[in-house]
T-cell receptor, first 116, second 113 residues
Framework: AQSVSQHNHHVILSEAASLELGCNYS??????LFWYVQYPGQHLQLLLK??????LVKGIKGFEAEFIKSKFSFNLRKPSVQWSDTAEYFC??????????????FGKGTMLLVSP | GAGVSQTPSNKVTEKGKYVELRCDPI?????LYWYRQSLGQGPEFLIY????????DSGLPNDRFFAVRPEGSVSTLKIQRTERGDSAVYLC???????????FGPGTRLLVL
């Protein structure tokens, strides 16, 4: 079974600091990778996704993630965070199968708090 | 357009009672998913519908949990003889088909006393 590991459960940064959230997955074959974000009081939203092609993926709000196959990683980055980036971030993975894709497996999430 | 909606937003019940949670997916989305999110955890898959049929129910924890989608749109998650350990946020997501991005609803927060 596939699993997803997020390295940090809580991250506290000051505004303008750079952000990197770690994500590693266990499955050795072809995978699709996602980062979802949940702002306070809101539902989960897709931040970015990787299916194939350029391993550096750009998402909304200045976020990007890099897929490194040899490290089974899909780390999320942002060069300069804002107070409005305070949220919980979830890494997720699914696998292509004959009948479509497997279901999403999520990490436990990283709570990011950005202080103004 | 309208997103995924879930009702109720909060549900408090007593141990042993029966509850129903409703999900209204995005119009035209054929794939529908239920997840459960416990405190401090990421969402965990429960069941997936393609159209009216449950294509994968491997995530349902036991036979107290059941879900239906009779007309291929609205889905209801049913929990019998609720236990305190069932307390969690139940999330619904939909996608145009299984290959597409999943869009999540706001969830139903279930508290079993």
């Amino acid at each position: 079974a596939q699993s997803v590991s997020q390295h940090n459960h809580h991250v506290i940064l000051s505004e303008a600091a750079s952000l990197e959230l770690g994500c590693n997955y266990s499955y050795g074959g072809t995978v699709n990778l996602f980062w979802y974000v949940q702002y306070p009081g809101q539902h989960l939203q897709l931040l970015l996704k990787y299916f194939s092609g350029d391993p550096l993926v750009k998402g909304i709000k200045g976020f990007e993630a890099e897929f490194i196959k040899s490290k089974f990683s899909f780390n999320l980055r942002k060069p300069s965070v804002q107070w409005s980036d305070t949220a919980e971030y979830f890494c997720a993975v699914n696998r292509p199968m004959n009948s479509g894709y497997s279901t999403l497996t999520f990490g436990k999430g990283t709570m990011l708090l950005v202080s103004p | 357009g309208a997103g995924v909606s879930q009702t109720p937003s909060n549900k408090v019940t007593e141990k042993g009672k029966y509850v129903e949670l409703r999900c209204d997916p995005i119009s035209g989305h054929t794939a529908l998913y239920w997840y459960r999110q416990s405190l401090g955890q990421g969402p965990e898959f429960l069941i997936y519908f393609q159209g009216t049929g449950a294509a994968d129910d491997s995530g349902l924890p036991n036979d107290r949990f059941f879900a239906v989608r009779p007309e291929g749109s609205v889905s209801t998650l049913k929990i019998q003889r609720t236990e305190r350990g069932d307390s969690a946020v139940y999330l619904c997501a939909s996608s145009r088909d299984r290959q597409e991005t999943q869009y999540f609803g706001p969830g139903t927060r279930l508290l079993v006393l």
